[in-house]
């Protein structure tokens, strides 16, 4: 890896503070020196570092902020219109389908991912093996299971003539030993994460408001998952299922849309041992942009996504006032929310939860470590720091939905390396960005 310098740059550190004009060295992987333009530049102790031979990028006043974190991406998800239509594509070409769409989310500056539910059982681990290997390019990535249902649950797409559960869409398990051999199976297939749907979905005909596992088998579920030092993350719309996931320790609570005042309560006593992400942008276009597919907003009021959309918002308004972590990201691969349109998720944020451009920034980056299970070395741009670094040309907490356009994405660095990188031009002593 060559050292980078980037200089004459806006500087959003993660920190939470107003962007600052500076400096950034990486060497290696790392972010080694942050300076401030201006009397007492490089002030840090020690000398400063030698550039002969770096790339320098001359930002021209361009905005510089941490990579982004996607807290709840599904690769496999094949842009189509259902569960089915999803699972129906052969792992053959759904493998490189994921390895595809992984380089979309590292072109849109999602520099880590977390995965929240596989279509097929190790869809996942392979993406998140290749990438780490660098047989394929994407983002950091935790790799999830299948969905863990019930027969008729969410995930069981089996057919009264076809009734084999090892053809659905998600993993279907009846009972505690089930549930413990399902969660067993995914641990020797190396997956980071099990995903249990504690609620239902209304838009498969079992209302998001019900839940459908029993006590017992959300025990096993989480006893089994951290013997072997797995996390878990549930699909929790209902009231009851985000109840069980503090009563239980679920870390990671995807929806929580019906959040009574006692749910508040809870996750705000334990708002540091969880993490919410909402996937707005999945009921917003359900209800708004789907009639293409059928789902015409008479048909979405009738199943209730209306009013879920309306809970939602109260949910994430009430959560945000209590400082609860809420981050972006949420059934993205679908036909209305296709993969690459996930920063509409800060949009929404800003427009209808009431987080300031500063908060919905801060929800994708410095909140990504600890998702990540990275603690702080993620989502800043602070030395020491791994170097997952965006260049944007103009400012996201002017307008939140630059981040949505790729043009607007100057540069993508992860890992010390650029993915995109900005055009350059050759120097005299080393190479600058032709601003």
Known sequence: MADVLFTNVRIFDGGGETPFMGEVLVQGNRITRVARSGPGAWSAPGPRAPIGGATVVDGAGAFLMP??????????WNDQPSLDAIQR???EEHILWCAEVARRY????????????????RLDVVIRNAIEDGTIVGPRYLAASQEITV???????????LPQPEFAFGAVVSGPHEMRRCVRMFAKYGVDTLKINLSGESITGFSSEKSQFTEEEIAVCVEEAKAWGKRVAAHARSTWSIKQCIKHGIEVIYHASFADEEALDLLEAHKFEHFVAPGLAWLVNTCHHASKW???????????YHHELECAIESMKAMRRRGIRILPGGDYGFAWTPH??????????????GMSPMEALLSATAWGGPMMKMGKQLGYIREGCLADILLVDGDPLA?????????????VMKDGEFHRAPPLRAARTATRWAA
């Open 89 to 91: 594509m052969p792992p």
């Open 340 to 353: 690459g349109t996930n920063a509409k998720d800060l949009e929404y944020f800003v427009k209808l939860v």
């Open 106 to 121: 590292l072109d849109m500056g999602w520099t880590s991912c977390v995965g929240a539910a596989t279509a097929k059982p």
């Open 151 to 161: 027969p008729g649950g969410l995930g069981d797409t089996t057919q009264p003539h």
């Open 399 to 411: 307008d939140i939905t630059i981040l949505q356009d790729k043009a607007r994405i100057l540069a």
């Open 67 to 76: 990579g982004m974190v996607e807290a709840h991406t599904h690769f496999s």
């Open 294 to 304: 059928g789902l015409t907003p008479e048909v979405t009021r009738r199943m209730g």
